[in-house]
């Protein structure tokens, strides 16, 4: 999982709280990312930044939000308003934004709401 | 749109035998290719992936993967399996048009001893 860490690396919350789930990397990596990851559904992008202080939304960013205040550092907080959050959340990084670029990732967190 | 298409769900092979994951993909513009694995509550490991050039690329674990353009596919391939290459694997895609990777909805690998 290389320089990539997330914790924790299970989470359990009760509907209607908001949540945030960690993503550190020591790989000096300009650009991270947020995944969520569903059976049968591959992986499906919600946020991305390129570079510090600049984010974006991916495909089902609803529900979700983010910081980047840190090249290291991308948290995801999962709020109440995300209507089906139980889920494997992976954080990703890549060297830069380039589309040649592969990215790298942490060890996920299991997100489950009940 | 962008898409990629991994048409079979799971893939048995005895170990020692050869194994192919399939992968075809639909992209305006060229494409950028990557194969990643997946082991049991873990993140994805990077394989291989093709930027340009040889068609025939290799990667970690003795994987390699064979780019055709005219069939818009890239098959991973490994010539002996082992039980240990058992997981779940994902193709995925990215152009120049895009800032987003597009991966498949994976295939699970199971080799049997």
């Known amino acids: 999982d290389g320089g990539i860490t997330q914790s924790p690396k299970y989470l359990f919350r009760k509907e209607g709280q908001n949540v945030t789930l960690s993503c550190e990397q020591n790989l000096n990596h300009d650009a991270m990312y947020w995944y969520r990851q569903d059976p049968g559904q591959g992986l499906r992008l919600i946020y991305y930044?390129?570079?510090?202080?600049?984010?974006q939304k991916g495909d089902i960013a609803e529900g979700y939000s983010v910081s980047r205040e840190k090249k290291e550092s991308f948290p995801l907080t999962v709020t109440s308003a995300q209507k089906n959050p139980t889920a494997f959340y992976l954080c990703?990084?890549?060297?830069?934004?380039?589309?040649?670029?592969?990215?790298?990732f942490g060890p996920g967190t299991r997100l489950t709401v009940t | 749109a962008q898409s990629v298409a991994q048409p079979e769900d799971q893939v048995n092979v005895a170990e020692g035998n050869p194994l192919t994951v399939k992968c075809t993909y639909s992209v305006s513009g060229n494409p950028y290719l990557f194969w990643y694995v997946q082991y049991p509550n873990r993140g994805l490991q990077f394989l291989l992936k093709y930027i340009t050039g040889d068609n025939l690329v290799k990667g970690s674990y003795g994987f390699e993967a064979e780019f055709n353009k005219s069939q818009t596919s890239f098959h991973l391939k490994k010539p002996s399996a082992l039980v240990s290459d058992s997981a779940l694997y994902f193709c995925a895609v990215r152009t120049t048009n895009t800032d987003k990777l597009i991966f498949g909805t994976g295939t699970r690998l199971q080799v049997f001893p």
């Open positions: 930044s390129q570079i510090v202080n600049d984010f």
């Open positions: 990703a990084s890549s060297i830069g934004p380039l589309e040649s670029n592969e990215q790298y």
